[in-house]
Structure formats: C-alpha cells, structure tokens
C-alpha cells in the first residue's frame, strides 16, 4: 500500500523513536498525527514538518483522547496508518529487594498500563477507525506497527515489569494480525535493542560507549532513523503479517 496521501498516527511521535518515524512518514507523502504529552515537542515538531502534520494531546489509555487522534488523522486524508511509539516511564526493582521487601504491585501495573494497555487501547481504536475504509485488490485497508523491546525476550535484572509489558506486546501480535485479517488490517512489531534516544543520551558519552560495545555488530546503539525506517517498511509490505523484528545488531541482553 501507498504512504503518499494517506494519513496515519504515531503515538510517542512527539521525540526519541516516534519522531523518526515521524519524520520518515512524512519525507513519503502521508499525512501525520503526532500523539503524545509532549505539548511543547509536539507542537514544536508539527510546525517544523508543515501542513502535512498536526499534534493531538494524546494519553493512549483514554479513549476519547485516542479517538481525538484517529479524528485528526481522518481530517488530514484517509487512516489507514498507525504506529505506536510511547513510553518515557519504567520502574526499576527487583522483585525482592536486598533488605527483603517485595516490589511495589503500583510500578509493576503502571509500567504494564502504559505499555500494554496503551498498545492494545491504540490498536483496537485505529484498527476499527481503518476498517472502515475502501480495500485495495488485495482487500488490505491498512498496518499497524507496535513496538516491544528484547528485554521481552532477555529481560535484566529490576526489569520485571517492563519485560512483562513488552513481551506482552510482542505476544500480542500474532493475535492482532489474526483478529485483524478480517478487515484487511496487518499487524507488526518491532523489538528494538538499546537505541541513542534522547532519554540515552542523558546518560552521556561513556554510558553510552559501555552499552555500545556489547553490541556483537555494529558496536553502537542504534540510531532511532534505523528504527523509522523499518517501521515504515513493514508498513508498507503487504506481505509482512503477525511478526515480531528485533532490531539490535544481534544484541543479547545479559542479566544486567
């Protein structure tokens, strides 16, 4: 299917992986929400990028909030687009801490709302919203990409409630793209390693060469532009269904 002209929303668009996708979506003729909490970044961004781009206030876990970016996308041309980027917040415990106490149930359920919950809430409005229009010869109406992580597979230490949210939505996927095949709606993942996000690069410059060299190759983290390409591959793949891509230079995450 065509990008060009065609509408589509980015959650977390606002910065770090979703501007990049963004950015790309943009460079191939479609028509842009950006759905996010970053009021200033996103706004700053939308008026950077030109008519083809509007920012909407968008929390993913608020249905009208949601349905107010799949309203944005339809004003701007046809949806048949989405691609879910949020994020910025994750708890860092160990199930059981040194001095024996248990981690907090409200880091584990806030860190799965935001990254499940808001996944699927976004999925099942957009998915809906693009069924809804006219199917190509191949009866395909759209794609959503989804992104999930490899601590979904090697989830570290203190990582428990954010593997758990991620694996969730690589498990997600198949069942997506099963449910989805109905409407002619395909589903993707994407499972990014450590990528050089602007909430990476606050852990400055010897960090950040630590954590690129246990990358096997290439020994850097990856670029979010890499990430915004595959994204707008596997939108635009007719072919490409129901499957998770990790994408991190062959990366196994160690037990910390």
């Known amino acids: 299917m065509e990008l060009a002209n065609s509408s ?12 990049a996708v963004v950015r790309q979506l943009v460079d191939a003729g479609a028509y842009v929400v950006i759905a996010d909490l970053s009021d200033e970044k996103g706004e700053k961004l939308a ?3 030109g008519d083809a781009v509007r920012y909407v206030r968008t929390d993913v876990l608020d249905d009208e909030a949601v349905g107010g970016a799949i309203a ?11 691609v879910t980027a949020h994020g910025g917040w994750g708890v860092a415990e160990k199930i059981v801490g040194k001095d024996g106490t248990p981690a907090t149930l409200k880091g584990f359920t806030k860190t ?8 699927y809430n976004v999925l099942r409005l957009a998915a809906a919203a693009i069924a809804t229009t006219e199917p190509d010869e191949d009866g395909a109406r759209g794609a959503i990409v989804t992104t999930a992580s490899i601590a979904a597979y090697e989830g570290q230490i203190g990582q428990s409630a954010y593997a758990a949210a991620k694996a ?9 793209a099963r449910d989805l095949s109905s409407v002619g709606v395909r589903v993707v993942c994407i499972a990014p390693g450590t ?3 602007p909430i990476m690069e606050s852990v400055g410059e010897e960090m950040i060469a630590k954590f690129g060299a246990a990358v096997p190759f290439p020994k850097r ?18 072919y490409l269904n129901g499957e998770t891509i990790r994408l991190d230079g062959g990366q196994r995450f160690g037990p910390r």
């Open 112 to 119: 799965i709302d935001l990254y499940l919950t808001g996944t």
């Open 47 to 49: 008026a950077e990028l």
């Open 168 to 176: 969730g939505v690589a498990g997600l996927t198949i069942v997506a």
């Open 195 to 197: 990528m050089r996000t």
């Open 72 to 82: 944005a996308a339809q004003e701007l041309s046809t949806l048949r687009y989405a």
């Open 8 to 19: 589509a929303i980015v959650t977390g668009g606002a910065g770090g992986l979703g501007e």
């Open 221 to 238: 983290l990856g670029h979010p532009e890499e990430f915004g390409s595959l994204a707008v591959y596997a939108l635009t793949n007719g």
